[in-house]
């Protein structure tokens, strides 16, 4: 028997397949685990990632204002026409 000389510390044992995405993309990037370290590529990747996450904000502000005007203000803009 081997006895271990720390206790009290959470031990995580996490089991992947070797099919598994995130292994797979480990052992194509050698373990680093990053697509494009050149500035212009980091550049591109974020401006890339911006414009869709502004127009992915654009799109829920719109879904927000016609659920708003569809639900919430109905009673209004009706008492409104009369």
Same mark, same amino acid.
Request: with cysteine; glycine share 8%; hydrophobic share 40%.
């Given at each position: 028997?081997? $006895?271990?000389?720390? @206790?009290? /510390?959470?031990? =995580?044992?996490?089991?992947?397949?070797? @099919?598994?995405? @995130?292994?797979?993309?480990?052992?194509?990037?050698?373990?680093?685990?990053?697509?494009?370290?050149?500035?212009?590529?980091?550049?591109?990747?974020?401006?890339?990632?911006?414009?869709?996450?502004?127009?992915?904000?654009?799109?829920?502000? /719109?879904? =927000?204002?016609?659920? #708003?005007?569809? /639900? =919430? #203000?109905? $009673?209004?803009?009706?008492?409104?026409?009369?």
């Amino acid at each position: 028997m081997q $006895e271990i000389g720390f @206790h009290s /510390y959470p031990i =995580t044992v996490e089991i992947r397949s070797a @099919h598994d995405p @995130h292994v797979l993309f480990g052992e194509m990037t050698r373990g680093r685990f990053v697509l494009d370290n050149s500035a212009s590529g980091q550049i591109a990747a974020g401006s890339v990632l911006l414009i869709f996450g502004i127009l992915m904000l654009l799109m829920a502000s /719109y879904k =927000t204002y016609r659920f #708003c005007i569809k /639900y =919430t #203000c109905r $009673e209004y803009f009706q008492q409104r026409r009369m």
